[in-house]
C-alpha cells in the first residue's frame, strides 16, 4: 500500500493490526501498531526507514511494485531498532551499495544487529542531503529513544521525520491524524510517553527548543509509528512540551494487590477518606495483578500522588507490585508524593519495603503508612478512611 502524503512524498509503511505486544511482553498495544516508512521521489530518491523483521519480504515486495528498487539513491535510517530497521538486510541484499544514512551511533547499532557492511553515510546535526531542489537537513536526538536516533527535515514540503517522538502504538487505515478518533490518539500518545519517553524528558525540552531554534517551517509531521500529523502539527508538540514539564494532573492513583481481600478493603475506604475530603480529586484505584501494567503507568504518569498497597508475603510484598515499583523506577517521575498501605498476618514487613522502593523510584513518601493486623474491622475501616482524609491533604 502507498499512500500520498504531500507532493513527492509517500507512505509505505505496515499497518500492524495483530500486535498486541511490544518490546517483547513489556508494552500491551490493544490498538495494534503501525511501522511508518517514507519514499521521497524528488530528482533523487530517498527511503526513510523501513519496518519490523517479521514485514520485511512484504514490504520489499510492496516497494518493489512502486518503485524500481535500483532507482533508490539513498537510504536513510532515522533509528536502529528493529522496528524501523528491520527490513534492512533484506532491502540492501537487492540493493547492496545504496548509502546508508544514519549518526555515528546508528552504524554501531546497526552493524551490532546485523553484522553487515553496508554503505553507511555518517550525519550530524545540521548536515544536508540534497534530493533537487529540495533537501533532507538532519538532526541528531539521541535517547528519544536510543542513542542512535535522529530527525530529518525535508525542505520545501516542511516535512519533519521524527521516528519515534511524536508516535503512538495505534493502527488506523486511515493514517492521519485528521482522520481518527481523538480521544484514542490521545490517549494512545500519552501512554507512549509515559511508558517510552518518561525517562528523557529533559532531552525531549531541549530537543523541541532546539528545533524550534531553527525557525524551520512545520507543515507535517512524519512519526514511526501511528499517524502523520497534517493537521496543526504543533498540537503535539506543545502537548510534549506539557507532558516533559513534571506533568500531573488533580488525580491520586491507588495501586494494590489482595490476598484474601484485606488489602482490597483498605484500598477502598482510603479513597473514601480521600474523596470525602477532596472531592475535586480524581481517585482511581487499580488491582495491579488483574490490570494492564502500561495502562496503570500513564494513570501514575497522570498523577499527582500515588497510595501502594500490599499484603505481607514471605516477608516481602506481593510480585505484581514488585514488578510495578520495578518499572515505575526506571521511569524516573518527577515531583509526585506517595504513601503505602497493607495488610498482615505477623511480620508485616510490606508497607516498609513498598515505601523504601517508592523512595528508591523518586517518589516523596510522606509517612511511615497504614498497617492493618488480619482483616479490617469496623474500627479499623474506620481508621483507613482516616487515613485516606489525611492524605488527602498531605498528598495535595
Ligand atoms: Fe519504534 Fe525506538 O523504536
Redesign the pocket.
Known sequence: MKVKVKNNVHWVGKIDWELRKFHGNEYSTRRGSTYNSYLIDENKTALVDTVWAPFAKEYVSNLAREIDLKKIDFVVAN?A?I??SGALPELLERIPDTPVYCTANGVKSLTGHYHREWNFQVVKTGDRLSLGSKELIFIEAPML??PDSMFCYLTGDNILFSN?AF?QHYASEYLFNDLVDQNELFSECLKYYANILTPFSSLVEKKIQEFLSLGLPLDIICT??GVIWRKDPAQIVEQYLKWAKSYQENQITIVYDTMWNSTRVMAERIAEGIRRTDPDVHVKLFNIAGSDKNDVVAEVFKSKAVVFGSPTINRGILTSLAGLLEEIKGLSFKDKKAAVFGSYGWSGESTRILAESLQQAGFTVVDDGLKMLWNPSEQSIEECVSYGQKLAKELS
Do not use: I, P, T, V
Request: proline letters at 0%; a negative charge; zero cysteines.
Open positions: 533509528h531498532e522496528d524501523h529513544h536510543w519515534d508516535g514511526s509509528h
